[in-house]
């Protein structure tokens, strides 16, 4: 959802990220945002840190810096459950609110 002004220098970049599917995954990472309380910045930290190894998230020391930085903190404390990643990875919502 942020606006990166480097990308736009780059239209290759914007026509990778401007995908058609995109916006289906946008909105299932906002779906299940929303039903955890969290932000999808914080599920996208918890995605990538859900996955098996060998993959590894890496954030720069500028964003951790500004007020993101609580965010990446707590979607690196995420534990989604089996439901949840279904849903990140195409699955029908079937998540409910706790």
Known sequence: GDEDSVARLRPEWV???EHPANAATVQRVQD???ARGSTPREIN???????AF???GIIDLPALLTDRGA???RGSQLL???A?????RGAPMEITQT
Request: proline residues 4%.
């Open 15 to 17: 026509q990778r990220w």
């Open 32 to 34: 299940v945002a929303s």
């Open 45 to 51: 930290v918890a995605w990538i840190l859900n996955q």
């Open 54 to 56: 060998p993959v590894i």
């Open 71 to 73: 965010q990446y903190e």
């Open 80 to 82: 989604l459950d089996d």
């Open 84 to 88: 949840e990643l279904r849903v990140l």
